[in-house]
Every structure is written in structure tokens, then in C-alpha cells.
Nanobody, 123 residues
Framework: QVQLVESGGGLVQPGESLRLSCVASGSITRIYDMGWYRQVPGKQRELVAVIFSDDSTNYTDSVKGRFTISRDNAKNTVYLQMNSLKPEDTAVYYC?????????????????WGKGTLVTVSS
């Protein structure tokens, strides 16, 4: 099985920082892209940031200059450093990973989602 475990969410005041982590485990043979999405009630889940296998990155406009995505391939981990947090950043943040893993005698290429970690920014 493949498991994605997110951590680092919490309640902070505007202007403060948080660092989210997502660790992928299992019979993983290769990881391609890693990303962070967020969702608030009544709205569509949106892409926050993605980091590709060549370490290039994309960010949604609302977080550019404040958030930084990075990865540690040796640890199968993706991070999201969130600085200067705003109330509108409040959401459940989900880790997303495109990977290959060994199952049933073959390699399967799939997209996996974490269960989410809640980030609340409020004074």
C-alpha cells in the first residue's frame, strides 16, 4: 500500500508562519510530481503549489512570494513553507503525489491524496 501522511497544520495569527510536511511511504518505485492543494467549505479544491521531478515549481497567484514548496527525494517528502499567513489562507491542505509503486507483481502509476491537515489563520 501507499500512504501519504501530512503534518504541520494548526491555528496561527495573521502574519505568522507554518510549515507543512507530507511523507509518502510504501513500495514506491518512483515519485514524479508533488503538490499541495487546499479547500474551504463550499468551494472547489484549488492548487496551491506543485514541484516537479526536475525541481521546477508553480504557484497560484495568491501565494506567490509568501509560500515555498520544496522536496526531499531521499525521504519521499514534500514541504510547504507558508509565511505571512492571511485569514484567506484558512483551509484544509491536501498533499498530492504522482508516483509509481509495486503491487501484485507489477508497477502501477497513480495519483495519491493525503487526508488533509487543517490550517486556520485567525486573530
Amino acid at each position: 500500500q501507499v500512504q501519504l501522511v501530512e503534518s504541520g497544520g494548526g491555528l496561527v495569527q495573521p502574519g505568522e508562519s507554518l510549515r507543512l510536511s507530507c511523507v509518502a511511504s510504501g513500495s514506491i518505485t518512483r515519485i514524479y510530481d508533488m503538490g499541495w492543494y487546499r479547500q474551504v467549505p463550499g468551494k472547489q479544491r484549488e492548487l496551491v503549489a506543485v514541484i516537479f521531478s526536475d525541481d521546477s515549481t508553480n504557484y497560484t497567484d495568491s501565494v506567490k512570494g509568501r509560500f515555498t514548496i520544496s522536496r526531499d527525494n531521499a525521504k519521499n517528502t514534500v514541504y510547504l513553507q507558508m509565511n505571512s499567513l492571511k485569514p484567506e489562507d484558512t483551509a484544509v491542505y491536501y498533499c498530492n503525489v504522482d508516483l509509481e509503486w509495486y503491487y501484485g507483481g507489477s508497477i502501477r502509476a497513480l495519483t495519491y491524496w493525503g487526508k488533509g491537515t487543517l490550517v486556520t489563520v485567525s486573530s
